[in-house]
């Protein structure tokens, strides 16, 4: 029955991979489900994982470990067809694409087995289109006060450097105009008003901290986290590639600290600062919390709220699903000190592009 549980997890994540504009890994996850219900290589690959959470989403565990393997060149087979390679795939090619991805299954039991241990970790930059029109609303509301970015959740820490990007729209355009990391078309039928209003009076931000937590964090500097890092992105995403590299890049350059810790511990050490405005930020982190864990960083959230004042004011963004409609776009949400939470905005899961609510 186990098997059978884990094979059902693959054809779910294979749907989802097919929604999201991903037929390589579509095609590839439907046949790993196969294979895991015959017991060929990827069911010994996944042997002890068969009934794990579905949030420790052990199928993308081992796309990440074989994609690694790829992008390293040790699976120049299967790298032809992998876009983010230099390759190509077509849906006549998932036959040979299959053959080769079982080969190095097969063949790299060992590494993938301890990549299993890896949490999938994108730090997807897209999504800082919705983090920097909330933190650009935040400051708009605080009058332009000096930003200290606080994040959880963070990663690599990659986009606590999100006002150093371009955002780009119809008719909008935030950000170093050379900035290595660019998010074109990043609104639906243009930007909305209060974005503009917003962008127009602070073309450009002091961002004076740059902290966060992760419970494994990443160092965008070493080679390895790095490797993890452009594994997680899907390798016919090659435009979330280009904005991973960008953003590596702009990570070399521009200090941030993130630390190894969960939420709620970390954020008990913050507390807000006279003449700043503090954002505690977080995209797509929040499934992966536990509820009690969750509770106190709710907890945590109301006493910063509570403590902050007009000098030093308080300011939480999200970019979350909707926690009761399975819909395939994430909200923006902002909660200014002990004010009342608004949604500002919608967005495709990887941030690109966003509309108005």
Same mark, same amino acid.
């Not at 998932?94 to 993938?112: I, K, S």
């Not at 899907?234 to 890049?249: D, V």
């Not at 608004?342 to 108005?356: D, K, M, S, V, Y």
């Given at each position: 029955?186990?098997?059978?549980?884990?094979?059902?997890?693959?054809?779910?994540?294979?749907?989802?991979?097919?929604?999201?504009?991903?037929?390589?890994?579509?095609?590839?996850?439907?046949?790993?489900?196969?294979?895991?219900?015959?017991?060929?290589?990827?069911?010994?690959?996944?042997?002890?994982?068969?009934?794990?959470?579905?949030?420790?989403?052990?199928?993308?565990?081992?796309?990440?470990? %074989?994609?690694?393997?790829?992008?390293?060149?040790?699976?120049?087979?299967?790298?032809?067809?992998?876009?983010?390679?230099?390759?190509?795939?077509?849906?006549?090619?998932?036959?040979?694409?299959?053959?080769?991805?079982?080969?190095?299954?097969?063949?790299?039991?060992?590494?993938?087995?301890?990549?299993?241990?890896?949490?999938?970790?994108?730090?997807?930059?897209?999504?800082?289109?919705?983090?920097?029109?909330?933190?650009?609303?935040?400051?708009?509301?605080?009058?332009?006060?000096?930003?200290?970015?606080?994040?959880?959740?963070?990663?690599?820490?990659?986009?606590?450097?999100?006002?150093?990007?371009?955002?780009?729209?119809?008719?909008?355009?935030?950000?170093?105009?050379?900035?290595? %990391?660019?998010?074109?078309?990043?609104?639906?039928?243009?930007?909305?008003?209060?974005?503009?209003?917003?962008?127009?009076?602070?073309?450009?931000?002091?961002?004076?901290?740059?902290?966060?937590?992760?419970?494994?964090?990443?160092?965008?500097?070493?080679?390895?986290?790095?490797?993890?890092?452009?594994?997680? %992105?899907?390798?016919?995403?090659?435009?979330?590639?280009?904005?991973?590299?960008?953003?590596?890049?702009?990570?070399?350059?521009?200090?941030?600290?993130? %630390?190894?810790?969960?939420?709620?511990?970390?954020?008990?050490?913050?507390?807000?600062?006279?003449?700043?405005?503090?954002?505690?930020?977080?995209?797509?982190?929040?499934?992966?919390?536990?509820?009690?864990?969750?509770?106190?960083?709710?907890?945590?959230?109301?006493?910063?709220?509570?403590?902050?004042?007009?000098?030093?004011?308080?300011?939480?963004?999200?970019?979350?699903?909707?926690?009761?409609?399975?819909?395939?776009?994430?909200?923006?949400?902002?909660?200014?000190?002990?004010?009342?939470?608004?949604?500002?905005?919608?967005?495709?899961?990887?941030?690109?592009?966003?509309?108005?609510?």
């Amino acid at each position: 029955m186990s098997r059978e549980q884990a094979a059902a997890a693959i054809e779910r994540q294979a749907r989802a991979c097919a929604a999201m504009d991903a037929g390589l890994y579509a095609d590839l996850l439907t046949r790993a489900a196969a294979d895991v219900r015959a017991g060929g290589p990827c069911a010994t690959v996944i042997t002890g994982y068969e009934d794990a959470p579905a949030d420790d989403v052990v199928s993308l565990r081992l796309l990440g470990g %074989v994609h690694a393997l790829v992008l390293s060149g040790r699976a120049p087979e299967l790298a032809r067809f992998y876009p983010s390679a230099g390759g190509a795939y077509r849906p006549a090619d998932a036959p040979a694409c299959w053959t080769a991805f079982q080969t190095v299954v097969e063949a790299e039991h060992d590494t993938l087995r301890r990549w299993l241990r890896r949490p999938p970790q994108t730090n997807e930059v897209g999504r800082a289109n919705l983090l920097l029109a909330g933190l650009l609303h935040a400051v708009y509301e605080a009058g332009g006060l000096p930003v200290r970015l606080v994040e959880l959740g963070a990663s690599g820490g990659l986009n606590l450097r999100a006002d150093e990007f371009r955002v780009e729209a119809a008719g909008f355009a935030w950000g170093p105009a050379d900035s290595p %990391v660019r998010l074109p078309d990043a609104w639906r039928g243009g930007a909305p008003d209060w974005l503009r209003e917003a962008a127009g009076t602070y073309p450009e931000l002091t961002v004076v901290e740059r902290i966060g937590c992760d419970l494994t964090p990443l160092d965008p500097g070493d080679p390895d986290d790095a490797l993890a890092l452009r594994a997680y %992105v899907w390798p016919q995403h090659t435009a979330r590639a280009a904005r991973l590299t960008g953003a590596l890049e702009l990570a070399r350059r521009l200090p941030a600290r993130v %630390v190894a810790a969960g939420a709620a511990d970390f954020l008990a050490g913050i507390t807000p600062r006279p003449g700043t405005l503090t954002v505690v930020w977080h995209s797509v982190m929040r499934q992966y919390v536990p509820a009690e864990e969750w509770a106190r960083v709710t907890a945590e959230l109301d006493r910063l709220a509570a403590a902050g004042s007009a000098d030093a004011p308080v300011a939480h963004l999200s970019f979350e699903p909707h926690p009761r409609e399975a819909r395939n776009a994430f909200e923006l949400r902002a909660r200014l000190g002990r004010g009342a939470e608004r949604l500002l905005a919608e967005a495709h899961p990887h941030g690109l592009p966003a509309w108005p609510t």
